[in-house]
């Protein structure tokens, strides 16, 4: 399975796993649960920007110029090979 789709899973389980917390710490008046349930809200409501950012990463493909390594931008012979082909 993809890590997208465990991180998507585990992102959506955490944040309903927060309501209870969040309604209960609020009624009740008790601040560990309604901290817990914040905890529990925000990891998973901040796991999908760092979908994105996983995914944009690996649909770039293996070579973009900011994560080639040094030798690999000015070796002229790495890139003669690359060169786009006419149609």
């Given at each position: 399975m993809r890590?997208?789709?465990?991180?998507?899973t585990i992102a959506g389980l955490l944040?309903?796993?927060?309501?209870?917390?969040l309604y209960?710490?609020?009624?009740?008046?008790?601040?560990?649960l309604l901290a817990?349930?914040?905890?529990?809200?925000?990891?998973?409501?901040?796991?999908?920007?760092l979908l994105r950012y996983i995914?944009?990463?690996?649909s770039r493909g293996p070579l973009h110029l900011r994560e080639a390594p040094l030798w690999k931008i000015l070796d002229p012979h790495?890139?003669?090979d690359r060169r786009p082909q006419g149609r």
């Open positions: 890590l997208s789709i465990v991180l998507q944040t309903l796993l927060a309501v209870p917390f209960v710490g609020g009624t009740r008046g008790n601040a560990l817990l349930g914040f905890l529990l809200f925000t990891t998973g409501m901040i796991i999908a920007p995914i944009r990463r690996e790495y890139w003669r």
